[in-house]
């Protein structure tokens, strides 16, 4: 009995590292992150540009799924700011100039 429950144990433990590299190791060619400061905000499509560091911008779509924090706290679209420093993760929308947003993090 204590060996089918270390094999089981064992199994367990091989399927769940076996699963880890997978996930570690898939591809991340359509995903995006963009930082920096917001430039302008565009409400009735729900988008807003980064300014990044360099100078660069990506625009960014926030949709009912993207989770928006502002300050550390829960946030909607209207509580974006030019001028709020952010970062937003997703990914690339078509053409690779827009960036559908899965979370968007701003802070004043």
Do not use: C, Y
Request: net charge positive; proline share 5%.
């Amino acid at each position: 009995m204590s060996k089918l429950i270390l094999t089981l144990v064992a199994a367990l433990g091989l399927v769940f590292a076996l699963s880890s590299t997978a996930e570690a190791a898939a591809p991340t060619g359509n995903h995006a992150k963009v930082a920096g400061k917001i430039s302008a905000i565009d409400a009735p499509s729900h988008t807003f540009v980064v300014t990044r560091p360099d100078g660069s911008k990506r625009k960014v779509k926030v949709t009912p799924k993207t989770k928006l924090r502002v300050d550390g706290q829960s946030a909607t679209f209207a509580d974006l700011a030019v001028g709020q420093k952010a970062t937003a993760v997703g990914k690339k929308g078509p053409g690779g100039q827009l960036l559908v947003a899965a979370r968007v993090r701003a802070k004043s």
